[in-house]
């Protein structure tokens, strides 16, 4: 059972904005810097957000981040169909002396 | 061109042990933190273990904490997992990461395609 909390799927159609939550805690999000990870179907995982809300170079500025406290968000808007995957939020957790993944959300576009 | 390249997986019976390699090419591998995730079947991303360029920090998973052992060889720009005592939950893919830096935070950034082991007799 994961430290960080996600909801396990979200969805919307073409064109829209959807938000992904990630939950935890003072040891965790709140003291270091969050991460987003982009995982397509059979795919490796790819980096889309570090330290919270940078975008590595060559990502589309259609993905955000950002944090408040002890929970972060990845925003997609101009939800397209290629946006179809699994995404996890990560940082490293003071407490545990390790980094930590949330469970995943899956992203489905109607 | 960045690439991380994994080796080593396969089949082993419960308790037997297996060393998993990943070749690092594009990049000053030796100047790089690097770290080992998994994903089993089906399932979500767990990080196992972490190595800092110097190898002076090294930190694992409670999962497999005692078990795993990681380990580089810089001039031949090579990370390393030793695992013993495998169980079955150890099964799925293993993924070789790269870890970059920004100020004081260190997170993976780059993934190799990940070697499969699974666990069973």
């Known amino acids: 059972q994961s430290v960080l909390t996600q909801p396990p799927s979200v969805s919307e159609a073409p064109h829209q904005r959807v938000t992904i939550s990630c939950s935890g805690s003072s040891s965790n999000i709140e003291n270091n810097g969050v991460n987003w990870y982009q995982q397509l179907p059979g795919k490796a995982p790819k980096l889309l957000i570090y330290?919270?809300?940078l975008r590595p170079s060559g990502v589309s500025d259609r993905f955000s981040g950002s944090k408040s406290g002890t929970s972060a968000s990845l925003a997609i808007s101009g939800l397209q169909s290629e946006d179809e995957a699994d995404y996890y939020c990560a940082t490293w957790d003071d407490k545990l002396s390790g980094f930590v993944f949330g469970p995943g959300t899956t992203v489905t576009v109607l | 061109e960045v690439q991380l390249v994994e080796s080593g997986g396969g089949l082993v019976q419960p308790g037997g042990s297996l060393r998993l390699s990943c070749a690092a090419s594009?990049?000053?591998?030796?100047?790089?933190?690097m770290n080992w995730v998994r994903q089993a079947p089906g399932k979500g991303l767990e990080w196992i273990s972490y190595i800092s360029s110097s190898k002076v920090s090294i930190y694992y998973a409670d999962s497999v904490k005692g078990r795993f052992t990681i380990s580089r060889d810089n001039p031949k720009n090579s990370l390393f997992l030793h695992m013993n005592s495998l169980r079955v939950e150890d099964t799925a893919l293993y993924y070789c990461?790269?870890?970059?830096?920004?100020?004081?935070?260190?997170?993976?950034?780059?993934w190799g395609q990940g070697t499969l082991v699974t666990v069973s007799s």
């Open positions: 594009g990049f000053t591998f030796e100047t790089y933190s």
């Open positions: 330290y919270d809300d």
């Open positions: 990461v790269r870890a970059e830096w920004f100020y004081d935070t260190s997170y993976p950034d780059f």
